[in-house]
């Protein structure tokens, strides 16, 4: 097999935990669990763990902006 017929796959990441979400806006960790208690910030449950979807983080984002921009 020649080395052109390898494939790599590079996984797409669609959930983030908290700590990478607080990373991504700049705000802290407590912020994005108080984001998603009051409703602002849609996340999922995988067993015990919390993930935020990264459409989340992109409709919250652009929520932001809309608003700011009325």
Same mark, same amino acid.
């Given at each position: 097999?020649?080395?052109k017929d390898r494939r790599v796959t590079v996984p797409v990441t669609f959930l983030l935990t908290a700590?990478?979400?607080a990373q991504a806006l700049r705000i802290s960790r407590t912020s994005v669990y /108080?984001?998603?208690r009051t409703g602002q910030?849609? !996340?999922v449950r995988i067993g015990?763990?919390?993930r935020i979807p990264v459409a989340a983080i /992109?409709?919250?984002v652009a929520g932001l902006?809309? !608003?700011t921009a009325a």
């Open positions: 097999m020649e080395d700590e990478e979400t /108080e984001l998603i910030l849609a !996340s015990r763990r919390r /992109e409709r919250y902006t809309d !608003s």
